[in-house]
């Protein structure tokens, strides 16, 4: 499929269909999408290319549809649907669809959204999304820069201690506290730094200056998120 990848996750109870922000994945390891492919080594929301009839589209004939498709099927969906797509020259296509937040969109997504997320969750669970209010969304932009460790996607080396990563924005995932308290890694996506700001640029700066303090041997970084849209090269 030619065209720009988009995750586009939707609250969903029954036929009700909320949409968070889009956002998009970078799944090559290195910058300017080179080397091999990874589970997402960044991420960033909102997405200044993509026309707002572009994302109303793709909820009105895509993910609406395969709601409403589920309760007639008699097996309604309640939760989180994550649509992958890619916007092509003939329009949004689905790559993927999973039953869960995408990481690591979902800590750029979040980090802009000022409606209680719990009382969404519970509304999509309880069957009252419908009357739910309408999502509240921070102004600006954010943006996340995964920290990966030496070799990933290969297999990881582990057990090395981070420092500098105790800062506002840091989120850990292949981490353990060790029991003389120092974080070590012990994954190969071994944590994200969101960065927020007025635009794409300033959230990038933010995520990237807070990188500058955390230290881990042999890890490695994307120094490209959310830089081309920031630069307005990407066109539908
Ligand atoms: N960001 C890709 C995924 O969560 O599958």
Redesign the pocket.
Known sequence: LDGPEV?LFCVVDGETVVPLLPAQ?F?RVGDNDSGPNT??MG?YTPLPWLPAQVLTQIVDEIVKPVAAEMVSRGSAFSGLL?A?LAITSAGPSVV?F?C???????QAVLSLLESPLGQLLNAAATGTLASFEELRWRDGAAVTVVVAAENYPGRPRVGDVITGSEADGVLYAGTARREDGAVVSTGGRVLSVVGTGADLDGARTAAYTALKSIKLPGSHFRTDIGLAAAEGRISL
């Open positions: 995750s994945d799944k589970g997402g991420a994550y992958g993927e999973n869960r937040f995408g990481d690591p969109e979902t």
